[in-house]
């Protein structure tokens, strides 16, 4: 999903980059929005914890307004970088829904938002004046502003996890902010067209993985970059396409992974839900219908290819053969988040997470425990990540099972009050991993804000 970025180099030979950056920007018309105090922030929340406000205060600070750059590079407006200092110097696609969503709390980053938003319609203009027709409308999984891999249009060559819709439906339903609706569903809509041309190849309602640059690992950072049921993924022609336009510099490659994941064809159906919604609010019809169509029948394929009753998940498949790879990761678990399994495959997953497949002493670990590859510390091979955290809670409460869902929200908190915010942890020992205050980690104080708690109660602040 991300590939590590170094900008120190960048620095030492543009120092006055940022401070221009600032100074452009004003002068077209774009505010930069001063951070608000500790004080202020502190007033923004309710809790019978002083420490959970403190956590909250830190996490606002350090994993959301710290994110905010001005326009540089690509970037032609404000945006949000993923991680901090050195790393993940650039705007990814799933680390950013979860920081605009509490962005939104603050009324002040409505433009900053749409900002951030903008970004990734940009790139679809820039995208789409370069490539074929087929290749329309992608949004890369990061924009890069500095180009310091490959140029903008070489690298990333590939999509992330797609919920942009997920996202700005949160935003919306923060800060009513139609205007972002205006700007963003056509587009959003031809994003979502190109993931299931582009991914669904064979046309069976499922996702795949792939990438425009032949480069299998490439094609695994479209979703949870080290994901088990994706060790033994191949690159392959189109299966169907020929007589394509050539490529700017060559023919076609093997670009389309021969692996479906339920995680990615999980997340694509929330954001389309979130689609069909908004569209409605907006009184388009018509694309609310054209999204239906799509959420109808990728739920059918879902159920009827990926569900499997003895681990009780959702299991990767193959793309043409539709045989199961078994071995179940966090992304097994993403349909529920989409509402796609039936009542008794509920209840089947809620008995599967509480078994000692998922439950280590920190859940939910990103491969099933009993698998040969599980290490309690390893990249999506054993560790435990914030945001899936959040995301299964969100869809065991929405199911009906709030005490799973409590359980999972309570030890992610208890954990992050004890060993602080970070990129991912330890699933036996809860020992932070890689990068501290990691944007997308502000998921932590989400699980409170939402009600996802028992023990841990935190809201924000209603104002007169």
Same mark, same amino acid.
């Given at each position: 999903?991300?590939?590590?970025?170094?900008?120190?180099?960048?620095?030492?030979?543009?120092?006055?980059?940022?401070?221009?950056?600032?100074?452009?920007?004003?002068?077209?018309?774009?505010?930069?929005?001063?951070?608000?105090?500790?004080?202020?922030?502190?007033?923004?929340?309710?809790?019978?914890?002083?420490?959970?406000?403190?956590?909250?205060?830190?996490?606002?600070?350090?994993?959301?307004?710290?994110?905010?750059?001005?326009?540089?590079?690509?970037?032609?407006?404000?945006?949000?970088?993923?991680?901090?200092?050195?790393?993940?110097?650039?705007?990814?696609?799933?680390?950013?829904?979860?920081?605009?969503?509490?962005?939104?709390?603050?009324?002040?980053?409505?433009?900053?938002?749409?900002?951030?938003?903008?970004?990734?319609?940009?790139?679809?203009?820039?995208?789409?004046?370069?490539?074929?027709?087929?290749?329309?409308?992608?949004?890369?999984?990061?924009?890069?502003?500095?180009?310091?891999?490959?140029?903008?249009?070489?690298?990333?060559?590939?999509?992330?996890?797609?919920?942009?819709?997920?996202?700005?439906?949160?935003?919306?339903?923060?800060?009513?902010?139609?205007?972002?609706?205006?700007?963003?569903?056509?587009?959003?809509?031809?994003?979502?067209?190109?993931?299931?041309?582009?991914?669904?190849?064979?046309?069976?309602?499922?996702?795949?993985?792939?990438?425009?640059?032949?480069?299998?690992?490439?094609?695994?950072?479209?979703?949870?970059?080290?994901?088990?049921?994706?060790?033994?993924?191949?690159?392959?022609?189109?299966?169907?396409?020929?007589?394509?336009?050539?490529?700017?510099?060559?023919?076609?490659?093997?670009?389309?992974?021969?692996?479906?994941?339920?995680?990615?064809?999980?997340?694509?159906?929330?954001?389309?839900?979130?689609?069909?919604?908004?569209?409605?609010?907006?009184?388009?019809?018509?694309?609310?219908?054209?999204?239906? /169509?799509?959420?109808?029948? !990728? #739920?059918?394929?879902?159920?009827?290819?990926?569900? &499997?009753?003895?681990? %009780?998940?959702? @299991?990767?498949?193959?793309?043409?053969?539709?045989?199961?790879?078994?071995?179940?990761?966090?992304?097994?678990?993403?349909?529920?988040?989409?509402?796609?399994?039936?009542?008794?495959?509920?209840?089947?997953?809620?008995?599967?997470?509480?078994?000692?497949?998922?439950?280590?002493?920190?859940?939910?670990?990103?491969?099933?425990?009993?698998?040969?590859?599980?290490?309690?510390?390893?990249?999506?091979?054993?560790?435990?990540?914030?945001?899936?955290?959040?995301?299964?809670?969100?869809?065991?409460?929405?199911?009906?099972?709030?005490?799973?869902?409590?359980?999972?929200?309570? /030890?992610?908190?208890?954990? !992050? #009050?004890?060993?602080?915010?970070?990129?991912?942890? &330890?699933?036996?020992? %809860?020992?932070? @991993?890689?990068?501290?205050?990691?944007?997308?980690?502000?998921?932590?104080?989400?699980?409170?804000?939402?009600?996802?708690?028992?023990?841990?109660?935190?809201?924000?602040?209603?104002?007169?």
């Amino acid at each position: 999903m991300r590939t590590q970025l170094n900008r120190r180099q960048f620095l030492q030979t543009t120092m006055g980059v940022s401070l221009g950056a600032v100074l452009a920007s004003r002068a077209i018309g774009i505010a930069v929005a001063a951070d608000r105090t500790r004080e202020e922030l502190e007033r923004l929340f309710e809790s019978d914890n002083p420490t959970l406000v403190r956590l909250a205060v830190d996490v606002m600070r350090n994993c959301v307004l710290a994110k905010i750059k001005p326009p540089e590079g690509t970037a032609k407006r404000r945006w949000l970088q993923a991680g901090t200092g050195d790393a993940f110097y650039g705007q990814w696609i799933w680390d950013t829904m979860f920081v605009v969503d509490l962005l939104a709390i603050l009324p002040e980053h409505k433009e900053t938002i749409r900002d951030v938003f903008q970004n990734y319609w940009d790139f679809q203009e820039r995208w789409n004046a370069r490539f074929p027709a087929y290749a329309h409308n992608m949004v890369s999984c990061m924009i890069e502003p500095r180009g310091n891999v490959k140029p903008w249009y070489e690298y990333p060559a590939y999509s992330q996890i797609p919920i942009l819709g997920w996202g700005i439906e949160r935003v919306y339903q923060r800060n009513g902010d139609k205007e972002l609706l205006r700007q963003s569903l056509v587009p959003l809509e031809k994003f979502h067209e190109w993931y299931w041309r582009e991914r669904d190849v064979t046309d069976s309602g499922l996702i795949a993985v792939g990438t425009y640059s032949d480069n299998v690992q490439e094609a695994r950072n479209e979703t949870y970059d080290n994901e088990c049921c994706l060790d033994d993924l191949m690159l392959t022609l189109h299966p169907k396409r020929q007589d394509v336009p050539p490529w700017p510099w060559g023919g076609e490659g093997r670009w389309y992974g021969n692996i479906c994941v339920p995680g990615n064809t999980g997340y694509l159906l929330l954001a389309e839900r979130s689609l069909a919604r908004l569209a409605t609010i907006l009184g388009d019809k018509a694309m609310a219908k054209r999204r239906k /169509k799509r959420i109808d029948k !990728a #739920i059918a394929a879902v159920r009827r290819h990926m569900w &499997d009753k003895e681990s %009780g998940t959702f @299991l990767a498949v193959n793309r043409d053969t539709f045989e199961k790879i078994r071995v179940a990761t966090i992304g097994s678990w993403m349909p529920l988040v989409a509402e796609v399994p039936t009542p008794n495959m509920v209840k089947r997953m809620a008995e599967a997470i509480q078994t000692d497949h998922w439950q280590t002493p920190l859940p939910i670990p990103t491969v099933d425990r009993h698998d040969k590859r599980w290490v309690s510390n390893s990249y999506w091979r054993g560790d435990v990540w914030p945001v899936p955290n959040y995301q299964v809670a969100c869809g065991f409460a929405a199911a009906g099972h709030r005490a799973i869902a409590v359980e999972i929200a309570d /030890k992610t908190v208890a954990n !992050a #009050i004890t060993n602080g915010i970070n990129e991912h942890y &330890d699933s036996v020992t %809860g020992k932070p @991993l890689g990068v501290g205050n990691l944007g997308m980690s502000c998921s932590i104080i989400t699980l409170m804000l939402d009600g996802l708690t028992s023990k841990y109660h935190l809201k924000v602040r209603k104002t007169a």
